[in-house]
Each structure stands twice: as structure tokens, then as C-alpha cells.
């Protein structure tokens, strides 16, 4: 099994760097090879743009095979050739936009399956503001104020990206969320990393995760850790 980071958007700059640091250093390495997913910024023609920044971040940080891979759409998502690209990845990166496009581009796909084969032979999966949004259990939709099922790699949970801008207010709009669920607020240039189980998770980066479970709030700041239940 591998690994999963959640950013809270923001990503590609500033405190960012130390838990991309540390995938890096999870997936093996300047070596490991890293796939820039722009799945979710294709809606409005970002995402050329977005992959080239992401390129470009992770060389910044002494990546060396860094490449996007061109997944836009349902039929590029079912294409062998980038299925085959993200199998042999070490380091997997969605990156944000259209949460629910990118939720029902990926879903049952052989692009999917094929990062799922990854990370259960220990890549790390890592997944920015729509990106992380998707890699959990439940994502909430914005534009239709409604709750959809995720990718599921994170049981129990809902990610609230760009928690310390706007995101902050979604969480007024899932008073009923689904049952033994756990919302994540997730601030900008902020990452969880998990301790590869999906069980403890720590904070990286300059703001914090914001958990709302039950009738509790509790913050979480960089250095810090806390689980999910159910």
C-alpha cells in the first residue's frame, strides 16, 4: 500500500513544498517518476497550463521525471497508453478544478484502476483542492450544493478545500451530511500526509486542517496529527 496527500489548494508554491518534499522522498526519490494529472482543469481549457505548472513545481523541488499526462476527458481516460503511464508511476498528482468532473471522468475508468495498481505497490497519490476533494469517500459539488460518491481512498471523509478563503462556508451547507461522516477543512498551501494505513494523518504547510466531527471542531496546525472515525 502507498501513500496519500491532500492539498487544500493553492499548491504549487510557498510551505507547498514540504510535504511535496516528502512524497517525493516516499514515492523513492528525485528519481521516482511523477504524473501531473490536469483531469479536472480541462472543463474550462486549463488544463495545458496547469500541467505545465505542476512540471515545473516539481522540478523546482529536484524532481527529474516529471511529465503531465494528457487525461481529459472519459475516452482519454479509458486509453491504455496513459493507463500504462500512470501504472508505472511512483508519485500521482490530481490536480484541482471541477470536483465533479474529474470525479465522474476517473470513476470505473482504466486510468483509475491503473493508479490504484500503483498505489497498492506503494505510490504515493496526492490530490490538490478538486483533486483531494475526489479521493475521498463523499465530495461536495458547489455548483449544486450536492453530495456525490467518491474515488473512496479516504473512508469517512470530505475534504473542504481553500477552508481559510471560501471554503469555509461549505461546511454551514453540510449540517446534513451523510452519517459517520468527517469534514476536513483544508487550508491553501496546506497538506495532510497519511502514514500509509489511512489512519493518522499529519499537517504540512503554512495553515491548518479544520475537522469537523459530530458537534466537534478541533484545528490541527503544521506538526500536528489526529485520525479519522467514523
Request: charged residues 15%.
Amino acid at each position: 500500500m502507498g501513500y496519500l496527500l491532500l492539498a487544500g489548494g493553492a499548491e504549487f508554491g510557498g510551505r507547498m513544498a514540504e510535504p511535496d518534499q516528502k512524497a517525493i522522498e516516499l514515492a523513492g526519490g528525485l528519481d521516482a517518476p511523477i504524473r501531473i494529472v490536469p483531469t479536472a482543469a480541462a472543463p474550462d481549457g486549463n488544463h495545458a497550463r496547469a500541467g505545465r505548472n505542476g512540471v515545473e513545481w516539481f522540478q523546482s523541488l529536484g524532481a527529474r521525471d516529471v511529465s503531465p499526462v494528457r487525461l481529459i476527458d472519459k475516452a482519454s481516460a479509458n486509453s491504455p497508453t496513459i493507463a500504462e503511464a500512470l501504472r508505472g508511476a511512483k508519485l500521482i498528482y490530481l490536480l484541482g478544478g471541477f470536483p465533479d468532473y474529474l470525479g465522474k471522468t476517473l470513476q470505473g475508468s482504466l486510468a483509475w484502476q491503473a493508479a490504484l495498481e500503483a498505489y497498492q505497490c506503494g505510490a504515493v497519490i496526492a490530490g490538490s483542492s478538486a483533486g483531494a476533494m475526489v479521493l475521498c469517500q463523499h465530495y461536495y459539488e458547489p455548483d449544486s450544493c450536492r453530495v456525490f460518491e467518491g474515488l473512496g481512498l479516504v473512508h469517512h471523509a470530505l475534504v473542504l478545500p481553500h477552508h481559510n478563503t471560501y471554503g469555509k462556508k461549505w461546511a454551514a451547507c453540510l449540517s446534513s451530511k451523510p452519517p459517520g461522516v468527517t469534514l476536513i477543512g483544508l487550508d491553501e498551501r496546506t497538506g495532510l500526509l497519511d502514514d500509509g494505513y489511512g489512519e493518522n494523518w499529519s499537517v504540512f504547510g503554512q495553515g491548518a486542517a479544520t475537522i469537523y466531527s459530530g458537534n466537534e471542531t478541533r484545528v490541527y496546525c503544521a506538526g500536528e496529527s489526529f485520525s479519522i472515525h467514523p
